[in-house]
């Protein structure tokens, strides 16, 4: 697993480095400075990002932030402090775990395990809600042109999917694209 510190303090990223190796990750890269940060990580490619702010400001954790909405890799952020909306706008930008103080190597695996598993269970259920859209979405189309269909060859709504769906199995292609394409023939028809 290839991991990315991301840490201006030497001694504050070392802790995690040496916590890390411990642990038995040995490809750990740091990012010292955050010029260029979202070049810097794509160019890189993680598997994981470790960011550290002792202090953050708000124009730091927004460009935290950034890298953590565009990257979509876990993503664990340590602050020495944090208020309410510091936490909120992390979670709204998919940071796996943000934990504020007791910066340990001791705690380096654990939070680890616990950043991926949380990003992990994240991404399912985004792939699961996209999937539920994608298929609702579907749905409209194959109801929209089974109405087409019912009032244009006077069918009923069986016979009408009957017919998506033999012209799909004959062209080898889904009900939902026979569908599209009965409501495009239809509004050129109009």
Not at 87 to 102: E, K, L, N, P, T
Not at 146 to 167: D, F, P, Q
Request: charged share 30%.
């Amino acid at each position: 697993m290839k991991i990315v510190i991301v840490d201006e303090s030497p001694i504050r990223a070392a802790i995690l480095e040496e916590g890390l190796r411990e642990a038995g990750f040995v490809e750990v890269e740091r990012i010292a400075e955050t010029h260029n940060l979202l070049k810097r990580v794509y160019a890189i490619d993680p598997d994981v990002i470790l960011i550290d702010l002792e202090n953050p400001s708000r124009d730091e954790l927004e460009q935290m932030f950034q890298v953590s909405r565009a990257v979509r890799r876990p993503v664990a952020m340590f602050v020495d402090q944090s208020d309410a909306a510091s936490i909120q706008a992390s979670v709204d930008a998919g940071v796996s775990a943000y934990i504020v103080g007791g910066l340990k190597k001791e705690r380096i695996k654990s939070i680890l395990d616990l950043c991926v598993s949380r990003f992990n269970a994240f991404a399912k259920l985004q792939s699961e809600l996209e999937r539920a859209k994608s298929d609702l979405q579907e749905r409209k189309t194959i109801d929209r042109a089974k109405g087409i269909l019912m009032k244009t060859k006077n069918l009923s709504e069986e016979e009408a999917y009957r017919l998506l769906r033999g012209v799909a199995m004959r062209e080898s292609k889904k009900i939902a694209d026979i569908a599209q394409s009965v409501i495009t023939a239809s509004e050129l028809l109009k």
